[in-house]
């Protein structure tokens, strides 16, 4: 059995609430005995060095880290500081073996848009890389390619799914999808696979049937995030709110 922790949207701005948040998450997470923290982008909200050394910093854990990132994330700064300099200028696309399960992290942000994309280089990257995996694999990244019944949400998600519908198709091994974006704890099913939501850790997103007439972001629940298990190639999440 294999424990991942998930988080998501930290959206590390330099104030003292976003901080705080991710720091009581992740202490909650250091706390536990689990095999990974995947962390599905919008690390840094403004994408400066500044927020990234913080998130770094917050970020920490004596577990096995992989983070990719959002739309809110630039990809110079964070090479700099959260990969150390590493070398490149396009998509950010990573896996990382844990004993047992593989989590392969995909770059789906589009510079300077908020709605997301697999480019080329990343969708023939992820074919490769999956070709080579045995399984179990967890895909992520960071934009849901599946509507969620949130309209403003939905309206900013992974553009040309099919396509990655499609080269999962070709690699059963894949047990879930994992994405952020959202900021809701969501499930629901992409490409026959489990398409599995983080909560967000700064707010919380909320369908139509919930919000009514007020604001569709909620600030006052408090964070959350998921945890992944990975069991005879099954997955069960549970979401886990921290007051
Ligand atoms: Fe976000």
Same mark, same amino acid.
């Given at each position: !059995? ?29 706390? &536990? ?89 990343? &969708? ?9 995996? %045995? ?5 992520? !990244? ?25 080269? &999962? ?53 408090? %964070? ?20």
């Amino acid at each position: !059995m294999i424990v991942l922790a998930h988080v998501s949207d930290v959206h590390i701005d330099g104030s003292e609430r976003n901080t705080a948040r991710t720091r009581r998450v992740m202490a909650y997470v250091d706390g &536990l005995d689990v095999a990974a923290v995947v962390v599905t982008g919008d690390i840094a909200d403004n994408g400066a060095e500044e927020e990234y050394a913080i998130a770094r910093a917050e970020l920490k854990t004596r577990h096995p880290t992989i983070i990719c990132p959002g739309n809110h994330d630039d990809r110079t700064a964070f090479r700099k500081v959260l990969l150390d300099g590493a070398d490149g200028t396009g998509a950010i696309n990573q896996v990382i073996r844990v004993p047992g399960a593989s989590i392969v992290l995909c770059d789906s942000s589009i510079p300077g848009r908020p709605d997301g994309l697999l480019d080329e280089p990343t &969708l023939t990257w992820l074919d490769a890389t999956l070709a080579a995996e %045995p399984g179990p694999v967890l895909v992520g !990244m960071h934009h849901p390619p599946a509507a969620l019944g949130i309209p403003y949400v939905d309206g900013i998600g992974l553009g040309e799914p099919d396509r990655l519908a499609a080269l &999962l198709g070709k690699y059963p091994q894949v047990a879930a999808v994992l994405v952020g974006h959202a900021h809701t704890g969501a499930a629901t099913t992409f490409a026959g696979r489990p398409l599995l939501v983080a909560p967000g850790v700064v707010s919380t997103a909320l369908p139509p049937f919930e919000a009514g007439e007020r604001p569709p972001v909620d600030y006052d629940l408090p %964070p959350a995030l998921a945890f992944h298990i990975l069991s005879g190639g099954r997955v069960t999440t549970h979401y886990r709110a921290l007051p």
